[in-house]
């Protein structure tokens, strides 16, 4: 498109130099020439100072164009998808609990390749169709009641979850993981059950999501 555009600039000019040319050649200089002609001169100077810059537009197209070649040979044409993110960025202590469930939103960003993990929401949203891998981690800090339940979610679909839901104990930590495979547009996160809480420190990251595509498809 660009080099379409470059192009369609050049073909004006050239018309427009010509055209200057033919007018202006039966004379002999600009000071013996008609106010008319003597302004089509100046547009003449103009077209050409407009030809030199798309000539610029066109060198820094080529090198652009050979920029993007060699950064296609460097990571193989492939495209390049992995986040890995903790739930806390700074301080500790409990999230939830909520009287619904809640997508857990992990602040904390280790890495974010291919900007398709939304901090905001904690949502991330997959920009290339593929199979994806997913591990979430959660962990219960000397809480007897309420327990924790998280579930990784496609669409809103449960994919996975792990549980903390035992009786008089405390400090328990689990994960689970899924290789799933995904659309453009398909969502995945992590949401909070209803009543339960998750602990987090920023210091150490307990509660953290990762994710990476495998293959695109």
């Not at 100072?49 to 296609?72: A, F, G, N, Q, Y």
Request: glycine share 8%; aromatic share 8%.
């Amino acid at each position: 498109m660009m080099k379409m555009k470059i192009k369609m600039m050049k073909n004006v000019a050239l018309l427009f130099v010509a055209v200057g040319c033919c007018v202006c050649e039966p004379q002999t200089s600009c000071g013996e020439e008609s106010s008319s002609s003597c302004a089509i001169c100046s547009v003449t100077q103009g077209i050409a100072m407009l030809m030199e810059k798309v000539k610029l537009l066109e060198t820094r197209l080529e090198k652009s164009e050979k920029d993007v070649e060699e950064l296609r040979g460097l990571i193989g044409g492939r495209p390049q998808v992995a986040f890995s993110v903790g739930l806390l960025d700074s301080n500790n202590g409990n999230t939830g609990p909520f009287t619904e469930a809640t997508p857990l939103k992990y602040k904390k960003v280790f890495s974010n390749m291919g900007s398709c993990y939304n901090p905001s929401t904690g949502v991330f949203t997959a920009l290339v169709k593929g199979m994806y891998f997913f591990r979430f981690t959660m962990f219960n800090h000397q809480v007897s009641s309420p327990k924790s339940v998280v579930y990784l979610k496609r669409n809103g679909q449960v994919v996975a979850s792990v549980w903390d839901m035992g009786a008089g104990d405390s400090n328990d930590t689990g994960s689970n993981a899924a290789v799933i495979p995904l659309e453009v547009g398909d969502n995945v996160w992590v949401e909070l059950r209803p009543n339960t809480v998750v602990y987090d420190d920023s210091g150490l990251s307990l509660t953290t999501l990762s994710g990476f595509l495998i293959f695109p498809m």
